[in-house]
């Protein structure tokens, strides 16, 4: 009897759950969403066997089921497949299904760790976050979403600061982040020397309201190797900072922090003038606009484009907390401030990566929960972020729907 052979390509992503499957082809970015018939699931289960090389022989007969036919020539409209036929069949034509191995990388650091000779894993350390002190226009809500200082009066302690910093040093470090209001803490000049020393990134991150509240102190105090990161929670202040900082030459970025269309509309004509974000925040009573703005769409999702690295990622770490920690005034050490410290700043730095690495709930925080473990675009998805916590949703998407708890 006559058969073809289907093989898919090694960039290939094939993903089934329930009655829905999707194929992805992640060197081109394109993709196809199919029902899962029963034809079609005994098809997909075979290809996913991992020893079945992600090859299956198919029939005349089978190619003739319009289903299957359809099936197969989309894989070929994508790219995603060959169909080698009977005539000319490449014995040894097959592929490897895309596989991700993390969890050997894992066990290999906690080995390591056993023989203590696990060093290297501080080099996943890739950005530091301090919050040095608080500030009057503090928030209490908004750092559990975006980086906002709060509303307190302790202050972090500068030696353990550089201490921290120099022992997180390694090649991957490539930003320090300093929050709060840097004119209230003790010997600020001091220590952005210190950091200077080890040559790496600083930015200060720093309300707008401090900001025009010591406008005389900022002239005299710029430091030209330091980059301000504005967080502008006062929409009537936007023009004051801005000109301001420009006219002094300071290098700076501005976060605004929105809550509503009407926000974005307000602001959108000066954001045009400078680098910036804007920042959702959700205060529990815009879940409309969270949903209309931030939910993410199906037809969103399929064009992503991503690589096939980039969905190892997703399946591996979480891409918004992976290689951050963060440093309360308090001296909490955090890798995620919605999680459970993993120590704090006067333990070693090795010890909390560590711990992070083998009991943490931030750095490898993937979308293997209900509803996203049920979902064919699972992993094409961000990570999960603070956004799902703070409003009490597992999923920002409008794929499957869930109800707030919030």
């Known amino acids: 009897m006559k058969k073809d052979r289907l093989i898919l390509s090694q960039n290939t992503f094939l993903w089934i759950k329930d009655n829905e499957g999707l194929?992805?082809?992640s060197k081109?970015?394109?993709?196809?969403?199919?029902?899962?018939?029963?034809?079609?699931?005994?098809?997909?289960?075979?290809?996913?066997?991992?020893?079945?090389?992600?090859?299956?022989?198919?029939?005349?007969?089978?190619?003739?089921?319009?289903?299957?036919?359809?099936?197969?020539?989309?894989?070929?409209?994508?790219?995603?497949?060959?169909?080698i036929s009977d005539t000319d069949m490449e014995k040894c034509a097959?592929?490897?299904?895309?596989?991700?191995?993390?969890?050997?990388?894992?066990?290999?650091?906690?080995?390591?760790?056993?023989?203590?000779?696990g060093g290297k894993i501080i080099q996943h350390?890739?950005?530091?976050?301090?919050?040095?002190?608080?500030?009057?226009?503090?928030?209490?809500?908004y750092y559990r979403q975006t980086i906002f200082p709060l509303k307190h009066d302790s202050i972090l302690d500068m030696g353990k600061i550089i201490h921290f910093i120099r022992n997180s040093k390694n090649p991957f470090l490539s930003n320090i982040n300093l929050v709060g209001n840097i004119f209230s803490f003790p010997g600020f000049d001091e220590l952005l020397h210190h950091i200077e020393t080890f040559d790496m990134p600083v930015t200060v991150c720093i309300t707008a309201s401090d900001v025009i509240a010591n406008i005389e102190q900022i002239k005299n105090d710029l430091h030209n190797k330091t980059c301000?990161?504005?967080?502008?929670?006062?929409?009537?202040?936007?023009?004051?900072?801005?000109?301001?900082?420009?006219?002094?030459?300071?290098?700076?970025?501005?976060?605004?922090?929105?809550?509503?269309?009407h926000d974005y509309l307000d602001i959108e004509q000066i954001s045009k003038k400078v680098t910036g974000n804007f920042v959702p925040v959700y205060n529990g009573e815009n879940n409309y606009f969270f949903e209309s703005n931030v939910f993410i769409r199906q037809e969103e999702i399929l064009?992503?484009?991503?690589?096939?690295?980039?969905?190892?990622?997703?399946?591996?770490?979480?891409?918004?907390?992976?290689?951050?920690?963060?440093?309360?005034?308090?001296?909490?050490?955090?890798?995620?401030?919605?999680?459970?410290?993993?120590?704090?700043?006067?333990?070693?730095?090795?010890?909390?990566?560590?711990?992070?690495?083998?009991?943490?709930?931030?750095?490898?925080?993937?979308?293997?929960?209900?509803?996203?473990?049920?979902?064919?675009y699972q992993w094409l998805c961000p990570s999960p972020s603070n956004y799902e916590i703070a409003i009490g949703c597992p999923n920002l998407c409008h794929v499957k729907k869930q109800e707030h708890k919030s």
Not at 245 to 255: H, R
Request: one cysteine or more.
């Open 303 to 376: 064009a992503c484009a991503l690589s096939k690295r980039q969905i190892f990622i997703r399946q591996a770490f979480n891409i918004f907390h992976f290689g951050k920690l963060t440093v309360f005034s308090d001296g909490n050490v955090y890798a995620d401030v919605n999680q459970n410290p993993l120590g704090t700043i006067d333990d070693t730095v090795y010890s909390i990566v560590y711990r992070e690495f083998t009991e943490g709930k931030s750095w490898f925080r993937v979308r293997d929960f209900v509803p996203c473990n049920e979902c064919i």
């Open 94 to 117: 097959v592929s490897l299904m895309p596989v991700l191995k993390i969890h050997e990388e894992i066990e290999d650091f906690v080995l390591k760790h056993e023989r203590g000779v």
């Open 23 to 25: 194929a992805y082809q």
């Open 228 to 261: 301000f990161r504005i967080l502008m929670d006062n929409k009537d202040k936007i023009e004051q900072v801005i000109t301001f900082l420009n006219n002094a030459g300071t290098t700076f970025s501005v976060d605004f922090i929105i809550f509503s269309e």
């Open 125 to 141: 350390i890739h950005e530091l976050t301090f919050y040095i002190n608080g500030s009057e226009y503090g928030n209490d809500r």
């Open 28 to 83: 081109n970015g394109r993709a196809f969403v199919f029902l899962l018939t029963e034809k079609l699931c005994e098809i997909c289960r075979h290809l996913l066997v991992l020893e079945h090389l992600y090859t299956i022989e198919l029939t005349a007969e089978e190619l003739n089921n319009s289903d299957v036919r359809h099936f197969v020539d989309q894989l070929l409209e994508i790219g995603a497949a060959r169909l």
